[in-house]
């Protein structure tokens, strides 16, 4: 019955299709009314800050329960060991792809005639001199101020340590620690309720965010840079499909199946710009999907400060590309310590807004003495970041999910049978 149900579901009644349909009429109007599309940025923004009012919670709670829900907290010890080697693994393959194929591809040779000077690049290496990328910035970048300020400030990563130190103290509590489980878990799905609430309105944030991004930027500068977009895509696209496909078949499932099963994240994602737009959502999917809820809930939150598989794409590509388009030959030795440089960069300034960017400036800024790279070189590709950022954040989120999955079974933690159930529905 709910087989004949599923396939009886009309087209307009999924997500996916809306939200695709919305970003078709973004492209259109930002080609077709540029001036008045560059003003419906507010509409994506107005959607992830929704979105936004109920994550910090949500990471909480879901934080909270898993672990202290496991009651033994050597095992949720060696599930963070488990989960942070496999970051490291995964964000390290990625910044050496992005290092090779920029190499080899060299598109910084291929007409990048676009000024060194604007005001959004000086705006960005402003910010980025500001961004703890050292070991010091990164470690006291942990710590909030308050309690409450690492809800209030937006900062993710201290959001997990606060929740991870509540979840050992809630699990020392034994049988009194169950009640708190209890209640968070409940306050867990009220928030999830408001996400899927919230979700109705994505297909006006994906309009909103698509359109202000071809009105905005589109054209001249895309035509300019388009060996550049070309290559950065190809390259995220080799590291889902080589990477992440390997990484799927190992545990026992295929990318595609996986793709198809977050099509509607991807395409929210690919609309607004934002992979924190679906990170309450790729919770609830993920568990789902078979992955134990104290895996999801250490994983997904982690992941979007330590596992950003496009964003350090990114990096090495933007930094070598520079490089190449001023004239700099920058050497074997020089590259691999940028690299170094720039796996724990990724990690440090990851609760900036616009990371990407300001990270990659940041990185040049620091690194400037060693490399050579002129860190005002950013102004080269601040006119397509935007577009590059969408290809980032759903690389993000495709590594996030697959390494949930992964990391589940590699606990024994995954529930193959719900996983086949969610990938290959009747």
Known sequence: MATEEHRRTPLYRHLYFWVLVSITAGIAVGFLFPDRAAGLKWLADLFVALVKVVIAPTIFCTVVVGI????????????????????TAMTTFALVIGLVVVNVVRPGHHGADVPLVDDVADQTLAAAKTAETGVTGFVLGLVP?????????????QVLVVAVLVAIAVAGLGTRGARVVEALDTVAQVLFGVIRVVMYVAPIGAFGGIAYTVGEFGGAVLGKLAWL??????????????????????TGFSIFRFLRYIRDELLVVLGTSSSESVLPRMLAKLEAAGADRSVVGLTIPTGYSFNL????????????????????????????????????ASKGAAGVTGAGLVTLAASLTAFE?????????????????RFMSEARAITNVIGNGVGTLAIAAWQGRLDRTRLRAALHPS
């Open 145 to 157: 101020k308050s309690f409450v300020g690492a809800f209030t400030d937006g900062q993710l990563i």
């Open 229 to 250: 977009m070309a290559s950065f895509y190809a390259t995220c696209v080799l590291f889902v499909v080589v990477v992440l496909g390997g990484v799927a078949l190992v």
């Open 309 to 344: 598989d496009g964003t350090c794409i990114y990096l090495t590509m933007g930094a070598l590309f520079i490089a190449q388009a001023t004239g700099h030959d920058i050497g074997i030795g020089t590259q691999v310590g940028l690299l170094l440089f720039m796996l724990l």
């Open 68 to 87: 202290a829900g496991l009651g033994n907290l050597a095992r949720a010890g060696g599930l963070a060991l488990r989960t942070l080697a496999y970051f």
């Open 369 to 385: 003495a060693h490399s050579a790279i002129p860190a005002v070189g950013i102004a080269l590709i601040v006119g397509i970041d």
